[in-house]
Structure formats: structure tokens, C-alpha cells
């Protein structure tokens, strides 16, 4: 028994090395070799959801080059289960967009109508979405990833915890200051739009 806790610790320690490998050079080659093991994992996890094997070989390697830009900025701790999370939110995200859209059948005629159909946005909206965008990018990045998850992608503070690696309480400062820091931001510089 004590031996399989010490190869189970041994190979924790492996993947640590490799990531913090990874953060520090930014080589594929690291990354690649630690996810190569995990693929199977995730194709199944992404054919659980997906039922479709095209579509979860695409999403293997879509998380894979999720997974280039946020280990270079995110500590992870145990790869295994933050890799679990990311990919479940990816295919939930991804599933959840694609019920979005609606399809409208080409007999309906839509095309043939002699009137040329205009969408009303509304100019202030659009103003209010731009001077938001502009803010977010101002904020500091534990306060902006936190609010997109939160806001934009609607992440519980669970989920974010789980794919930051951020501790639970910094969380919800995080979300609650750059709140706050967003709203200052918008009020100043709303008459300059």
C-alpha cells in the first residue's frame, strides 16, 4: 500500500515540475507531453456531453489551446481535477451556445421579401457596452477575470475558484472591488463617449 502512495506522490510531484516548467519557458512540448495522458479523460468527458465523437475529438483539442494560455497565467495545484472542471465548462459553454441559435428554415421566404430589415440598437446601449469593454480592460486581472466569469459567463464562485486557483474569499473581493472599480470607471468617463 505504502508503495502506491508513493508512485501517486511521485507522479503529483512530476506534473508539478512539468507545469511550473511550462509557466516559467512556455514550451508545448511540457505541455503537450502532461496532456497527451489526459486526453482520453477528456474525450470522454466531452463525448458524455457532446454524443457526438467529431465534435468531442474538436473539443479535445480546443481545451488543449485553452489550456496554452491559462496555465502560463493560473498556479494550479492538481491538474488532474482543474483540467476536469475546465473541460465540463467548456462543453457546457459550448452547449449552451449552440441552443442559442435559431434556425429558420429557407421555404419560409425570408429571403425573397423586398424590404430590407434594420436592427435598432439602441445608441446609448451600444455607447454603455463600449465604455464597459473599456473599463474592463482597466481594472487589474484578478478583478477582470473574476468578473468576466461572473458576470459575463456566469460562473458560480465555486467554479471560479476551481479555475483561477484563486482561494474562495479572494473570489468574492475580487468580484465585489472590481464591481465597484467598474462602476467608478463608468461614471467618470461617461460624458467623454
Same mark, same amino acid.
Not at 20 to 38: F, I, K, P, S, W
Not at 76 to 92: D, G, H, M, P, Q
Not at 157 to 164: F, N, S
Not at 171 to 180: H, L
Given at each position: 500500500? $505504502?508503495? !502506491? ?6 507522479? =503529483? ?5 512539468? @507545469?511550473?516548467?511550462? $509557466? ?5 512540448? @511540457? ?5 497527451? *495522458? ?15 465523437? =467529431?465534435? %468531442? ?5 480546443? !481545451? ?10 493560473? =498556479? ?15 462543453? @457546457? ?5 449552440? %441552443? ?8 419560409? *421566404? !425570408? ?18 457596452? %463600449? ?13 477582470? !477575470? %473574476? ?43 461617461? *460624458?467623454?463617449?
Amino acid at each position: 500500500m $505504502r508503495f !502506491i502512495k508513493n508512485k501517486l506522490h511521485s507522479a =503529483e510531484a512530476d506534473e508539478a515540475a512539468i @507545469l511550473r516548467d511550462y $509557466r516559467h519557458t512556455g514550451d508545448l512540448e @511540457l505541455l503537450g507531453r502532461l496532456y497527451q *495522458g489526459y486526453m482520453p479523460l477528456v474525450y470522454g468527458l466531452c463525448l458524455k456531453y457532446f454524443k457526438d465523437e =467529431e465534435l %468531442s475529438k474538436d473539443a479535445v483539442m480546443q !481545451i488543449f489551446e485553452q489550456l496554452i494560455d491559462k496555465l502560463r497565467r493560473h =498556479e494550479v495545484s492538481n491538474f488532474k481535477s482543474w483540467l476536469y472542471t475546465l473541460a465540463r465548462n467548456y462543453c @457546457l459553454m459550448a452547449l449552451r451556445s449552440s %441552443s442559442k441559435h435559431v434556425f429558420v428554415p429557407v421555404e419560409d *421566404g !425570408i429571403m425573397e421579401k423586398g424590404e430590407i430589415v434594420h436592427l435598432n440598437i439602441d445608441e446609448s446601449k451600444e455607447n454603455a457596452l %463600449s465604455l464597459m469593454e473599456k473599463c474592463m480592460e482597466k481594472l487589474p486581472d484578478d478583478q477582470r !477575470i %473574476s468578473i468576466d466569469l461572473f458576470y459575463l459567463q456566469e460562473k458560480c464562485y465555486k467554479e471560479i475558484a476551481d479555475i483561477t486557483g484563486f482561494d474562495m474569499n479572494k473570489v468574492k473581493s475580487y468580484i465585489q472591488n472590481g464591481k465597484r472599480n467598474l462602476k467608478i470607471c463608468m461614471e467618470k468617463n461617461s *460624458g467623454n463617449e
